[in-house]
């Protein structure tokens, strides 16, 4: 009913930036809270930032100052702006959305299927 797809991760040297992008399609009414979270080889997957549907915005502490969540509310799509990458932010990244559907009216939570984002020292 509701697909989550990301874009724009790949290798990136230290220093570098990338831009995520994530665009929800399907039976949607509105999508709430969207949000990117990472997970690292051995590690549990962690919350990155989040932006509600009205721009409000959470990050994690590693990434203060380093990244910047966005998102077009037309579009259904978030971004992630992530500058002066690190090579412990090496991980799957990963879409989240928690959407309202136009079937049901009933608030779901979706994911995307993941991007890799690899920083090299």
């Known amino acids: 009913q509701v697909q989550l797809v990301e874009s724009g991760g790949g290798l990136v040297q230290a220093g570098g930036s990338l831009r995520l992008s994530c665009a929800a399609s399907g039976s949607i009414f509105s999508v709430n809270r969207m949000g990117w979270y990472r997970q690292a080889p051995g590690k549990q997957r962690e919350l990155v930032a989040t932006?509600?549907?009205?721009?409000?915005?959470n990050y994690a502490d590693s990434v203060k100052g380093r990244f910047t969540i966005s998102r077009d509310n037309a579009k259904n799509t978030v971004y992630l702006q992530m500058n002066s990458l690190k090579p412990e932010d090496t991980a799957a990244y990963y879409c989240?959305?928690?959407?309202?559907?136009?079937?049901?009216?009933?608030?779901?939570?979706?994911w995307g299927q993941g991007t890799q984002v690899t920083v090299s020292s």
């Open positions: 989240n959305g928690i959407v309202v559907l136009t079937t049901t009216l009933s608030k779901d939570d979706y």
């Open positions: 932006i509600t549907s009205g721009g409000s915005t």
